[in-house]
């Protein structure tokens, strides 16, 4: 079946240091992939998407590679800010009748001056 | 703002209790998909409505039902309640339910609360 694992958090940074949150995936075929983000009090919002293999997705300074060989779909970014404390839920849409999205637990990053 | 609208944005109800849930889904979008989003269960995806119609199901109660109305609302149904019901309802819409690259759009959300 589908499924997202996704590392723990929380994860707390100081401002401009490097972020990697892992996800790994478990899907049967060809699963796009997802990247959303929740703010504090607001829904999720998608942060960036790939939707085969060697695609990068890449938004707001946030990158992630669609790794068939590995069935990843790390998120990373170089240099965070204060404002990128928020959860990020990784993702995946099968194919096939339905198309379910399948969501990781989270992992809530914060983000220290 | 994503387009998704949902209403109310809080619920505060007793056990036992029976709740509505409306949403609005973006123009043009024949989707809606319903998620529960708890402190000890992250996102739950609950059911998938595709123009009218059920697609896909998941963790969703025997207590819980959804439906799809012909203007492509949706509503949520909870009944019965329980404490354990506590928790962010969100609604999702995108274009399409079948093959096709599509997201999904998420509302605000509605926090019930059950005491």
């Known amino acids: 079946g589908n499924s997202v694992t996704q590392m723990e958090g929380p994860v707390t940074l100081s401002e401009e240091a490097f972020l990697t949150i892992n996800c790994t995936y478990t899907?049967?075929?060809?699963?796009?992939l997802f990247w959303y983000v929740q703010y504090p009090g607001e829904g999720l919002q998608l942060l960036l998407k790939a939707t085969k293999a060697d695609d990068k997705g890449s938004n707001k300074g946030f990158e992630a590679t669609y790794r068939k060989e590995t069935t990843s779909f790390h998120l990373e970014k170089g240099s965070v800010q204060v404002s990128d404390s928020a959860v990020y839920f990784c993702?995946?849409?099968?194919?096939?009748?339905?198309?379910?999205?399948?969501f990781g637990t989270g992992t809530s990053l914060t983000v220290i001056p | 703002d994503s387009g998704v609208t949902q209403t109310p944005k809080h619920l505060i109800t007793a056990t036992g209790q029976r709740v509505t849930l409306r949403c609005s889904p973006r123009s043009g979008d024949l989707s809606v998909y319903w998620y529960q989003q708890s402190l000890d269960q992250g996102l739950q995806f609950l059911i998938q409505y595709y123009n009218g119609e059920e697609r896909a199901k998941g963790n969703i109660l025997e207590r819980f039902s959804a439906q799809q109305f012909p203007d492509l609302h949706s509503e949520l149904n909870l009944s019965s309640l329980e404490l354990g019901d506590s928790a962010l309802y969100f609604c999702?819409?995108?274009?399409?339910?079948?093959?096709?690259?599509?997201?999904?759009?998420f509302g605000p959300g509605t926090r019930l609360t059950v005491t």
């Open positions: 993702a995946l849409r099968g194919r096939g009748t339905g198309n379910q999205f399948y």
């Open positions: 899907a049967t075929g060809y699963p796009s």
């Open positions: 999702a819409s995108s274009v399409a339910g079948g093959q096709g690259e599509y997201e999904q759009y």
